[in-house]
């Protein structure tokens, strides 16, 4: 059994354990509910070192991996950013909770509130009015997590994953 799970501040050198938890985290959320082949091509692009690299050299990016011990491997992670959202009242005061995923079997201990905290923290830090996401439509148990964290739905929005066009809700929280 586990004894502590710690989440981190990313730096350069986590691109790779980022990617790999990013693929492995997205592939069990949407195995079974999107399109197999579509997932691996968005993985492939989305969940690259590359770009894990490219967020880690910007500063406007932070991004943040959940570890348990012994061992410290990765359970999940998160990734605050500039804000990609089709809003019409979308403001440079906008932050987006970009990425936030857990692997399954640690869901339901805590993790997800925590991760959510420390992006709270990050955007009230930056002065943020809103800290704003995408959600599958059909992904009831984020969007019910989200709600409890006081996120509301805001809007739409269509998302190429891979090819596939999947349908979002846009959810916004006033800090």
């Known amino acids: 059994m586990y004894s502590e799970i710690r ?3 990313c730096s ?3 691109e790779a354990a980022l990617a790999l938890t990013g693929e492995a985290t997205f592939l069990e959320t949407f195995a079974g509910v999107l399109e197999g082949k579509n997932i691996l091509v968005h ?5 690259s070192v590359e770009c894990y690299r490219d967020w880690l ?3 406007s990016y932070k991004l943040w ?7 410290n491997a990765p359970i999940g992670y998160m990734v605050v950013s500039p804000p990609e959202l089709p809003l019409p009242d979308i403001s440079d005061r906008d932050l987006e909770l970009k990425r936030i995923y857990v692997f399954s079997r640690f869901q339901g201990k805590g993790l997800g509130r925590r991760l959510v905290k420390e992006a709270v923290i990050e955007a009230r830090a930056r002065e943020a009015k809103r800290l704003l996401l995408g959600v599958y439509v059909r992904n009831d148990a984020a969007i019910s997590f989200y709600t409890r964290m006081g ?3 805001l809007g739409y929005r269509q998302f190429n994953m891979g090819g596939q066009v999947c ?3 846009i959810m916004g929280l006033m800090l």
Do not use: Q, T, W
């Open 7 to 9: 989440v981190r501040v």
């Open 12 to 14: 350069p050198g986590d």
């Open 43 to 47: 993985c492939a692009s989305a969940h």
């Open 57 to 59: 050299s910007d500063s």
């Open 65 to 71: 991996l959940a570890e348990i011990s012994p061992g």
């Open 151 to 153: 996120f509301r739905k």
């Open 167 to 169: 349908d979002d809700y």
